[in-house]
């Protein structure tokens, strides 16, 4: 029989996971504060961080003071990079490479986030070395992937990010775990999130591309996020998905309470 790996509490029940992109916000004092108060706070809430994971995703002047903290609390709270270089080391001015996120056991890495590809002229070609560079080096990349309000015009609502996906594991076929994000661009910061049903839809095909390229067995242990304009008030909605694990949260996870109720969505699953 095949052996329950870390993420999945038995067969086809995944751990749920949500994670903060903090984006560029908070510097690693504000971080720090952020950390502990997160912490009590789920702490006091009785937070089962067995059946939902949680995540910081700080930018890289925070995570040195995130480890230590994370570590000298023996905090059950997990965090993440933002971005890693595609490259493994060398005259690479400003890069972050893997090896460095590895050194700060860095169990996370954002790959291919839409405002690296918009912003930055990520390509799909880049974010596959990116994944390849943090499966190297044991880290498990949240690939994020999703279409613009054009795209889903022009291409209906799965096309894009399954291709996207494709191309992002092109170099990971001996991944062992990742996690996938599907944040449709329009849906980013505008406050207008994803109905449930268009994400579970768009879920489930990628799903099926994880199976396809890596395999049944990790398709079915791997934890797919939704994000986009996740509050509180929807979260549960997202959840009660069947291929919907977790999200990723960007704009609420800088609101303390706010992240907190979200990652204790099982307690207003009825909402
Ligand atoms: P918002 O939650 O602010 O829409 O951002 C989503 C996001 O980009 C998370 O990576």
Not at 198 to 220: N, P, T
Not at 239 to 268: C, M, T, W, Y
Request: overall charge negative.
């Amino acid at each position: 029989m095949a052996s329950v790996g870390a993420n999945q509490k038995r067969a086809g029940e995944r751990v749920a996971f949500i994670a903060g992109n903090w984006k560029m916000n908070l510097d690693h004092l504000q971080a720090i504060a952020f950390v502990q108060k997160l912490a009590w706070s789920l702490k006091d809430a009785r937070h089962d961080f067995s059946d939902t994971e949680v995540a910081v995703f700080p930018p890289f002047t925070d995570l040195r003071s995130v480890q230590t903290l994370v570590s000298a609390d023996k905090l059950e709270l997990k965090y993440g990079a933002q971005d890693v270089s595609r490259h493994l080391s060398g005259a690479y001015t400003g890069e972050i490479s893997a090896e460095f996120l590895k050194a700060l056991d860095t169990p996370y890495v954002l790959v291919g986030h839409s405002e690296r590809r918009q912003y930055h002229r990520e390509t799909d070609d880049h974010i596959a070395d990116k994944v390849a560079a943090a499966v190297k080096n044991g880290i498990v990349p949240v690939i994020c992937v999703g279409e613009t309000a054009e795209d889903l015009e022009l291409y209906g609502p799965s096309a894009v990010p399954v291709s996207q996906l494709h191309a992002a594991l092109a170099l990971a076929g001996d991944a062992k775990e990742i996690v996938v994000a599907y944040e449709p661009v329009w849906a980013i910061g505008s406050g207008q999130a994803a109905t449930p049903e268009q994400a579970e839809q768009v879920a489930e095909q990628l799903r099926y591309v994880i199976a396809e390229v890596l395999g049944g067995e990790i398709a079915d242990a791997t934890r797919i996020l939704y994000g986009g304009s996740v509050k509180s008030s929807n979260i549960a909605g997202f959840l009660r998905q069947p291929n919907v694990d977790g999200a990723l949260v960007g704009g609420a996870s800088l609101d303390l309470a706010e992240f907190a109720s979200i990652a204790q969505f099982r307690k207003h699953v009825g909402t």
